[in-house]
């Protein structure tokens, strides 16, 4: 017979079990995944059972500093053309991509074309594009480069001018409150550094001068309902938040210079708002610097972040003394990729890629991730950390993104999402089942069904990850 208290801890060791089974279930799923996400989890972080494999590991750990080789395995097997059609041949078959696909292949060791459909003709590349845009700002700036935003004595006693610089993460989280964006400037630093150079003096009306960027603050080309929107704002070159009226508003604004000129207003105890400049040869009363290029772009690309994408393509446009505009800064964004061997054509309309009216090669998509990949280029290296990690982060954590038998590419992945109506695509880093490292682009621009064609598209990429390709 067994003793009551045996029994009672045999029940309790039983539920502590379920409970640990159900907790490592949860967070080898969609919800568990989102909250690693949530958590600010890191791919370089992952368990070392579910570690990113080298390839991908050894092309991120060199990213900032030296070059690295793209691939940990210089000795994997090289996949062949023919193995990696045959691998793809079935699935490119299904409805569910729709009619029109273009597809990419490549090794990334070698260079060498391993596969291609259509891939030089015009596509709309939806989300995909931010990877020319990241490429381009990698370029035409430093990673180490910072934006500036100034408050600027104004023209009577008790005005100041809140002047942007381009810095789309500045943040109006109160002194002590986490920002939206990691590294983010702040507004109470700005207001707290005001205070000290303006003494008793009380500041009662703030002007706001976006004037650095020019032109519509959104694109022709976008749909009306695009901005304000929880994904789009209007684009300015002064906003708080990438374009919120405050930290963690679901809808982004229409108007965020001026929301930017309010938070300040809020910190220095409050104050009237409006647009306008400063004299010639205003005093300079404080001055905050945002993140680093680097991790503007990580931010831009693992999120997606439409708002992000626009601000840093007109930084690329200024460095390229090129109208700020949204057609300005698609123009140098595309000139800017030359010299890398990418060739976008001149068919974007803007750097973030949600203008319907986007058109170009997927090729280009390609190409830009073989320059991340070569390690003669190590500026591009925030374009690979900055890609969404297959099941563990950004937006290949949503809840519909390599499911079922996809899933084998959880952690072999790195990639960036494309999505619009009649639009999927992804293109990023793959590692076959021989530690060989691919980079790939699938875009299907009449796609039929948002769910399904996603779907195939994941099965496409996990058919790269389960080959050798021999």
């Not at 006693?157 to 002194?175: F, K, N, Q, R, Y």
């Not at 630093?189 to 205070?195: G, Q, Y």
């Not at 229409?254 to 005093?283: F, T």
Request: aromatic share 4%; charged share 15%; net charge neutral.
């Amino acid at each position: 017979m067994t003793a009551p208290g045996t029994k009672r801890l045999s029940v309790v060791l039983l539920v502590m079990l379920a409970v640990v089974l159900a907790v490592l279930a949860y967070l080898g799923v969609g919800g568990g995944r989102q909250y690693l996400a949530n958590r600010g989890f890191t791919p370089l972080a992952i368990p070392a059972e579910t570690v990113a494999p080298a390839a991908i590991a050894s092309a991120l750990a060199g990213a900032r500093t030296a070059p690295a080789a793209p691939s940990a395995d210089p000795g994997a097997p090289a996949p062949t053309a023919a193995g990696v059609a045959a691998a793809l041949a079935k699935k490119l078959t299904s409805t569910d991509l729709g009619p029109s696909v273009s597809a990419q292949v490549y090794d990334a060791r070698t260079g060498a074309s391993l596969f291609g459909r259509r891939p030089d003709d015009v596509i709309a590349p939806a989300s995909t594009a931010k990877l020319l845009t990241a490429a381009a700002v990698l370029t035409a700036r430093n990673a180490t480069d910072r934006f500036a935003t100034r408050v600027l004595a104004g023209s009577a006693p008790g005005e100041v001018v809140l002047v942007g610089g381009g810095d789309p993460t500045l943040s109006a989280a109160v002194a002590g409150q986490p920002t939206e964006y990691p590294q983010a400037a702040r507004i109470s630093d700005l207001a707290a550094k005001v205070r000290a150079a303006l003494g008793s003096t009380r500041v009662t009306r703030v002007l706001v001068d976006g004037s650095l960027f020019t032109g519509a603050s959104t694109a022709p080309s976008w749909e009306p309902e695009d901005a304000p929107s929880e994904y789009a704002s209007a684009i300015t070159a002064l906003m708080v938040d990438a374009g919120r009226d405050r930290p963690g508003a679901g809808t982004r604004s229409g108007a965020p210079d001026l929301a930017a000129g309010n938070a300040l207003a809020a910190a220095l105890g409050g104050a009237d708002v409006s647009r306008g400049g400063a004299p010639a040869g205003a005093k300079v009363l404080a001055e905050v610097r945002s993140a680093p290029v680097g991790e503007l772009v990580e931010q831009m690309l693992r999120n997606s972040d439409n708002v992000i994408a626009e601000v840093l393509a007109r930084q690329v446009a200024i460095a390229a003394h090129q109208p700020v505009t949204f057609a300005g800064a698609a123009a140098a964004v595309s000139a800017s990729l030359r010299p890398l061997g990418v060739t976008a054509g001149d068919g974007m309309r803007d750097g973030s890629g949600l203008s319907t009216a986007d058109r170009l090669p997927a090729s280009a998509l390609t190409q830009a991730l073989l320059a991340a990949v070569d390690p003669a280029k190590p500026r591009l290296g925030p374009l690979l950390s900055g890609l969404p990690v297959a099941g563990w982060d950004g937006t290949l954590t949503e809840e519909d993104r390599f499911t079922g038998s996809s899933a084998v590419a959880d952690g072999f992945v790195r990639a960036k999402t494309g999505s619009l109506t009649g639009v999927s695509s992804l293109a990023g880093v793959a590692t076959d089942a021989d530690g060989r490292l691919l980079v790939f682009a699938f875009v299907a621009d009449r796609a039929p069904s948002e769910g399904a064609t996603r779907a195939a598209i994941d099965g496409l990429t996990a058919a790269l990850v389960r080959c050798g390709c021999r």
